[in-house]
């Protein structure tokens, strides 16, 4: 195992945090509020890193899968650790375990919190939050898109397949990186501006805008956007369905290269289920609940459009809408956007996959000697790619059935344990029971969040990143 390359991903980790932690020292400033807290917290940041820089005196030196994996992981774990240190320093969340569970939910774009009144915060940690999800979100991105596909394992090589059609989209990887952060930045800059148009305030636009395009749900408000006005609740709606969205399409988009999306079969699945999603339960509401025709479609869209990308928003407490609703709410929740983008859950591309595979089966039943392939985008799947995929929905369902027996036996109930385990996994924020949209994950034992916040890391990175670290022979020379 090479350290020093370790060393060295780390350093420009811990190098970005201290800058990130540095940005938030001009809002503390405009607002009154202590400097100190974030030029401390930089400060032993950027001290980290220009300790860990000793350790990589050899500049180049060869990059192989394990350091890439280990790096990953380790990176992941460092800046959730230097998240925690505004929380901690001001005071704003004095038990460490909390500060963990917030830095991780932030930097996973979860937005599951321990708050219970973030309109008490100071402006300065409320920008922190939304940061942490913002820098969480461009880092899965380039993670997904950049990095891990040219390691070619499994679902990241899968997605490299998915989103160029098996072309590179551009013969440099930095290039690409640049130009998806433009993106990013961009859409960003854009949410903000019409939030802000419709008489947001500058700085709540600018917050919302981070954690929208970030898939996260961290809000400044204790209500989310039920109190937002309706112009206010359909632009969030507008860009949380871009942030679920693979950001090559903006990509390609933006190239002219429109027979790139128009191939892009993920794309259009994704956008026909929250069609077809939204819709059922606008029914729902005017037929159950009593809904005037707009606000049926307005909330339903907003809330299943806030589920199935993970993002986590609420414009209504759907735990007062007909049972039957609850039925959509948890099946986009697990679903997810598309892959390569900033959304949680399993992804739609593999669903599509899982879906495919089954009609196979049934063909098999009916033609016993016929021969097709799985396709997804025109391109055919290879045994590896869809075993892989298979693999890892397996493995998800089954680290939230363990992760919701290990809840259970805490003496949680039966919905707020599996909800609060398919939340944290799939990157969602709000669930069930007592964590639902108007709820928090404070009560929990301190173990529970422990176990929480390591699964939403687990979650992020598609387990296999985290899980391949436990194996003895990644180990062995």
Not at 152 to 167: A, C, D, P, R, V
Not at 200 to 225: E, I, Q, R, V, Y
Not at 376 to 394: G, T
Not at 400 to 412: M, Q, R
Request: glycine share 6%; proline share 3%.
């Amino acid at each position: 195992m090479k350290f020093q390359v370790i060393a060295g991903i780390l350093v420009r980790i811990l190098s970005i945090s201290a800058l990130a932690l540095a940005a938030c020292i001009p809002v503390a400033a405009y607002f009154g509020e202590s400097v100190s807290v974030f030029a401390f917290s930089a400060g032993i940041a950027a001290a980290t890193a220009l300790v860990l820089h000793f350790f990589t005196r050899h500049k180049n030196i060869a990059f192989s899968k394990r350091e890439s994996f280990l790096s990953v992981g380790l990176a992941w774990i460092a800046i959730s650790f230097v998240g925690t240190l505004p929380y901690l320093i001001s005071s704003t969340i004095p038990s460490f375990t909390d500060a963990l569970f917030e830095s991780v939910s932030g930097f996973s774009t979860t937005g599951a919190s321990i708050f219970t009144d973030v309109e008490s915060l100071p402006k300065s940690i409320l920008f922190w939050r939304s940061l942490t999800s913002w820098i969480g979100g461009i880092g899965i991105i380039m993670l997904v898109i950049v990095v891990m596909p040219s390691l070619k394992m499994g679902n990241y090589q899968m997605f490299s397949m998915e989103s160029s059609l098996q072309e590179r989209v551009t013969p440099r990887f930095k290039s690409l990186g640049y130009r998806i952060l433009m993106i990013y930045i961009f859409l960003t800059a854009l949410n903000t501006a019409l939030l802000h148009l419709g008489d947001m305030p500058l700085f709540d636009s600018l917050c919302h805008a981070l954690s929208t395009m970030a898939s996260c749900g961290f809000s400044t408000k204790n209500a989310s956007f039920m109190d937002y006005s309706p112009y206010i609740q359909y632009v969030t709606t507008l860009f949380m369905i871009f942030s679920g969205v693979n950001f090559t399409v903006f990509y390609f988009l933006f190239k002219g290269r429109f027979s790139k999306i128009r191939d892009n079969e993920e794309l259009r699945y994704y956008l026909l289920f929250i069609l077809v999603s939204g819709v059922i339960v606008a029914a729902i509401l005017v037929f159950r609940n009593q809904r005037d025709l707009e606000t049926a479609l307005r909330e339903s869209f907003f809330q299943i459009v806030s589920v199935l990308t993970t993002t986590g928003f609420s414009s209504a407490d759907y735990l007062f809408w007909h049972k039957s609703a609850w039925v959509f709410i948890a099946i986009v929740s697990i679903c997810g956007g598309c892959m390569g983008s900033t959304s949680g859950g399993i992804k739609m591309g593999k669903t599509i996959i899982l879906i495919k595979n089954i009609q196979q089966q049934f063909r098999n039943f009916t033609h016993p000697n016929s021969v097709r392939k799985i396709t997804l985008n025109k391109k055919i799947i290879s045994q590896d790619e869809n075993n892989a995929v298979i693999s890892f929905i397996a493995l998800y369902f089954l680290s939230i059935a363990a992760g919701s027996v290990i809840l259970l036996c805490f003496n949680i109930d039966v919905q707020t344990a599996v909800s609060a385990v398919v939340s944290c996994i799939g990157c969602v924020g709000p669930g069930f029971g007592t964590v639902g949209p108007t709820g928090n994950f404070a009560h929990l034992p301190d173990a529970v969040k422990l176990l929480l916040s390591f699964f939403m890391i687990l979650g992020r990175l598609e387990f296999y990143t985290i899980l391949i670290l436990f194996l003895p022979a990644f180990w062995k020379r």
